[in-house]
C-alpha cells in the first residue's frame, strides 16, 4: 500500500498574552481601504457639469448687446464724418457764391482804373457805382448798410465813438456817421461807428 506524503509540520500558533491583541493572519485576506465616494459612483458631480441652460441664455444676450453697441458706435462715427463732409460742403460753396457775388464789384473797378486818365469827375462818379453796387451785393447777402443820421442811439447797432454839443441835435441822437455797419442782430457784421449828441 503506497505511502501518502507527509504534509508539511504547520507551527503552532504562539500563545498570545491574555489582554493582547493577536495580529493578522498572513495566508488570510487583509480588508483594505474603503472605497472613496467618487471612485464608488462615476457621475459627475454638480461642480463638474458644464452651464446651464438659463447661463447660455445670458452670456449669448451679452454678446448681442455688445455687437449692437459696436455697431452703434460704428453707424455714430460714419454719421460724424458724413455731417463734417457736408457741412464743408456747404461752406465751401457759401464762399464760392459770395466770392462770386462780387467778381462785378471787381471788374468794375478794373474798369475805372483802365479809365483813371480820363475826366476826374468822371472816375468819381464810377467809384461811387462800383461802391453802391458793394453794398447792393452785401444787402443781398442778408447784410443791409447802416449809415442813418439823426435816430436815436442804439448800442446793438451803433458804436459811439465820440460825444459832441450840438445844438440843432436832441440829446442821444446820432450826429455823424464815421464807418457805416452792416447786418441786423445775429448777422450783424459790425455796427456803424458814430458820433452821439451830448446830453444837457
Not at 507551527?11 to 472605497?35: F, N, Y
Not at 460825444?163 to 457784421?189: F, I, K, M, S, W
Request: no cysteine.
Amino acid at each position: 500500500m503506497p505511502a501518502r506524503p507527509q504534509e508539511p509540520d504547520r507551527a503552532a500558533p504562539e500563545p498570545v498574552p491574555e489582554g493582547a491583541v493577536r495580529p493578522p493572519r498572513a495566508d488570510l485576506p487583509q480588508p483594505g481601504p474603503p472605497p472613496r465616494p467618487e471612485a464608488a459612483n462615476d457621475e459627475p458631480g454638480p461642480d463638474a457639469a458644464g452651464p446651464t441652460p438659463a447661463e447660455d441664455e445670458y452670456t449669448t444676450a451679452i454678446r448681442e448687446l455688445e455687437d449692437r453697441w459696436r455697431r452703434a458706435l460704428a453707424d455714430l462715427d460714419n454719421l460724424r464724418k458724413r455731417h463734417a463732409r457736408e457741412l464743408e460742403r456747404e461752406r465751401t460753396v457759401e464762399r464760392s457764391r459770395t466770392a462770386a457775388a462780387f467778381l462785378p464789384v471787381l471788374d468794375n473797378l478794373e474798369l475805372a482804373l483802365t479809365h483813371a486818365g480820363a475826366d476826374p469827375g468822371a472816375i468819381v462818379e464810377g467809384v461811387r457805382a462800383v461802391r453802391d453796387q458793394a453794398v447792393n451785393v452785401l444787402e443781398l447777402l442778408g447784410y443791409p448798410r447802416h449809415a442813418e443820421t439823426g435816430v436815436a442811439f442804439d448800442p446793438a447797432r451803433h458804436e459811439v465813438v465820440g460825444v459832441v454839443q450840438d445844438p440843432d441835435a436832441p440829446p442821444g441822437t446820432v450826429v455823424e456817421v464815421l464807418r457805416p455797419g452792416y447786418g441786423d442782430g445775429e448777422r450783424q457784421l459790425r455796427p456803424a461807428a458814430v458820433t452821439v449828441a451830448k446830453r444837457e
